[in-house]
């Protein structure tokens, strides 16, 4: 039998170290009847990889949003040794006895902390993955997993922080500037246009090698509720995207390259042109998996709605205003419903939001609308 910790939270957490066969509670049985997988062969092409030096990157990141709403970066700026510390600090902590990791749980209604994936509660099978999320100081925490000396992840995490959100402005201003959006049409960028005052969380996900990978899933599909995510993976793959009429396509990891995702928020602000991509990770047999997201979003309660320059009465607001914190509430209760719950008008033929799953699959762009009740 596999091993359960036990604890106040309904025996969630598995040892992964100690099972050798996949626990009823984690054996997923239908999940190759959504879409089809690995297309990489159809034709469809892969995520695109973008030269952060090229001239032509603003068009390059413009064109890969508003296709793939993914893309790859090489030349971004953040040293290897960064990356490798960062990863080193996630291999750590995982590595830590489960009692351990447990004393840094995330508190039932908090966000920091460590744990299963927080959208298990919208599935029936549990996820093969742990996560560690950092929202604001990770001090508290890290001191509960490191009572002796936590000053190393803290380090590294501060500076990973700082890297980041230089990083994430940057990617923000090829993304919006590809749209004819200028620092006058976003005055919450701040004065120097460097979107000082962005929040964002770090999520460290490990994904240990798993005796069943065929039944088992790493986390299941979702798309961001951010602006965007950037995401290092280790050497191993299992990260996939959905990419519309041609299924999951993976996203092979490249060392140096970093997967930049669309979010939910930037879709809202783009009114639709850049869709927030669907995806999800696979495990597999031999190896462990680790990635560490950067999940960026605006000041949390800075309201965020379509840019008016996107907007024209043929082009109407498809979304209402929400706030970061009041968006990540509808997510945490509505999960793949939270894009269309702020949503004010689709098209004529039908649901459309990349997220939900009953979505009619269109090409809704040049459609006329109806307004939603
Ligand atoms: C800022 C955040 C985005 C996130 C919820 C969180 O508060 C911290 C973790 C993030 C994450 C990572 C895995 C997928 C996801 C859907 C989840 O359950 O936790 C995202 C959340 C999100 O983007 O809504
Ligand atoms: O592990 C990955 O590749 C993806 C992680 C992810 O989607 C997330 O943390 O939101
Ligand atoms: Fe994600």
């Not at 049985?29 to 297309?39: A, I, M, R």
């Not at 927030?276 to 031999?286: A, C, G, I, P, Y």
Request: proline fraction near 8%; include cysteine.
């Amino acid at each position: 039998m596999p091993s359960r910790v036990p604890d106040a939270s309904h025996h969630k957490h598995l040892d992964f170290n100690s099972v050798k066969e996949l626990p009823e509670s984690h054996a997923w049985t239908s999940l190759l009847g959504d879409y089809p997988s690995g297309p990489d062969s159809c034709g469809v092409g892969s995520v695109p990889i973008i030269d952060l030096d090229d001239p032509n990157a603003q068009k390059l990141v413009g064109h890969a949003c508003s296709t793939w709403g993914v893309f790859q970066v090489t030349n971004h700026g953040v040293k290897n040794s960064l990356l490798n510390s960062i990863e080193a600090a996630g291999k750590s902590l995982f590595s830590l006895p489960i009692q351990q990791k447990l004393k840094a749980a995330r508190s039932p209604d908090g966000v920091s902390g460590y744990g299963v994936a927080r959208i298990s509660s919208f599935f029936p099978k549990l996820m093969w993955s742990e996560g560690f999320t950092i929202f604001g100081s990770p001090l508290e925490h890290a001191r509960q997993l490191w009572p002796q000396d936590h000053n190393q992840f803290c380090d590294v995490i501060e500076e990973y922080e700082k890297v980041m959100q230089q990083l994430a402005g940057r990617l923000m201003w090829l993304m919006l500037g590809s749209l004819g959006i200028t620092k006058e049409d976003i005055k919450w960028a701040g004065p120097k246009a460097d979107f000082k005052g962005a929040s964002a969380a770090i999520q460290l996900n490990s994904y240990p090698a798993c005796p069943d990978p065929d039944r088992a899933m790493g986390l299941a599909a979702h798309t961001d509720s951010t602006l965007l995510t950037i995401l290092h993976q280790n050497n191993t793959s299992g990260l996939q995207v959905l990419r519309e009429g041609a299924g999951w396509v993976t996203v092979p990891p490249r060392p140096g390259t970093l997967v930049v995702n669309i979010g939910d928020l930037l879709h809202i602000l783009s009114n639709g042109l850049y869709p927030s991509v669907l995806h999800r990770v696979m495990v597999n047999r031999t190896q462990h998996r680790l990635s560490i997201a950067y999940l960026y979003g605006p000041p949390t309660n800075v309201q965020i709605s379509p840019l008016s320059k996107l907007v024209d009465p043929s082009h109407p607001p498809l979304y209402r205003p929400v706030t970061w914190t009041e968006y990540l509430g509808t997510k945490a209760k509505h999960f793949n419903k939270a894009l269309s719950s702020v949503r004010l008008c689709i098209p004529l033929n039908g649901l459309v939001d990349v997220n939900d799953h009953n979505r009619v699959e269109v090409s809704w762009r040049q459609l006329p609308y109806i307004k939603m009740m």
